[in-house]
């Protein structure tokens, strides 16, 4: 479970996460930690999400630049964007080829690739939905400042985003 909010964009450093916990008691829990972390947010609910294990954790996202228009980052999820920055930018759009350049310039791309005898990720799928992303940063640009799926987890078998998050402009 997930606090919805668009005033919390950090859902888990405002303890608006719980997992594998039962659901009235953790509806609770989020609810009191989201509005000890920021009273006056507006708060829809909780989002309930699926858990997910396997895989490899990612995070996939664009961001509209003055400059460059939409900039388009791949990195593995987790600890290694927060602590190692191993991520790859484009600039959007781009096809699923760039995509596939992108996942092999990162320094841990021997996990997606099934690093010490876990299954490798289905890079066609991954590269798929990087190139997606891209041509929908592309096309909205103009009506949106950033687009994150944050995690996107690669299965052997497609990719699944967990988590999403699109901030508009404001007009």
Same mark, same amino acid.
């Given at each position: $479970?997930k606090v919805? *909010? =668009?005033?919390?964009? @950090?859902k888990?450093?405002?303890?608006?996460?719980?997992l594998g916990v039962?659901?009235?008691a953790?509806?609770e #829990?989020i609810?009191?930690?989201?509005?000890?972390? /920021?009273p *006056?947010?507006? *708060?829809?609910?909780?989002?309930v *999400?699926? $858990?997910?294990?396997?895989g490899?954790?990612?995070i996939?996202?664009?961001?509209?630049?003055p400059?460059?228009?939409?900039? $388009?980052?791949?990195?593995?999820?987790?600890?290694?964007? #927060?602590v190692?920055?191993?991520?790859?930018f484009?600039?959007a759009p781009?096809?699923?080829?760039?995509?596939?350049?992108?996942?092999?310039?990162?320094?841990?791309?021997?996990?997606?690739?099934?690093?010490?005898?876990?299954p490798?990720?289905?890079?066609d799928?991954?590269? /798929?939905?990087?190139?997606?992303?891209?041509?929908?940063a592309?096309? @909205?640009?103009?009506?949106?400042?950033?687009?994150? $799926?944050?995690?996107l987890?690669?299965? =052997?078998?497609?990719?699944?985003?967990?988590? #999403?998050?699109?901030?508009?402009? #404001?007009?």
């Amino acid at each position: $479970m997930k606090v919805a *909010s =668009p005033d919390i964009l @950090h859902k888990t450093e405002a303890g608006g996460v719980k997992l594998g916990v039962a659901a009235l008691a953790a509806f609770e #829990e989020i609810m009191a930690s989201a509005r000890a972390y /920021a009273p *006056s947010a507006q *708060s829809d609910g909780v989002l309930v *999400s699926p $858990m997910v294990a396997g895989g490899v954790e990612c995070i996939l996202g664009a961001k509209t630049d003055p400059v460059f228009d939409p900039v $388009m980052l791949f990195g593995l999820g987790g600890v290694f964007t #927060e602590v190692l920055k191993d991520v790859a930018f484009r600039r959007a759009p781009f096809g699923v080829n760039t995509a596939r350049e992108m996942i092999c310039e990162l320094k841990g791309a021997a996990l997606l690739e099934g690093a010490r005898g876990q299954p490798p990720a289905d890079l066609d799928a991954l590269a /798929a939905a990087i190139s997606r992303l891209s041509l929908f940063a592309a096309a @909205h640009g103009d009506s949106i400042e950033s687009v994150e $799926m944050n995690p996107l987890r690669a299965l =052997p078998e497609g990719c699944l985003a967990l988590d #999403e998050l699109i901030v508009k402009k #404001e007009v």
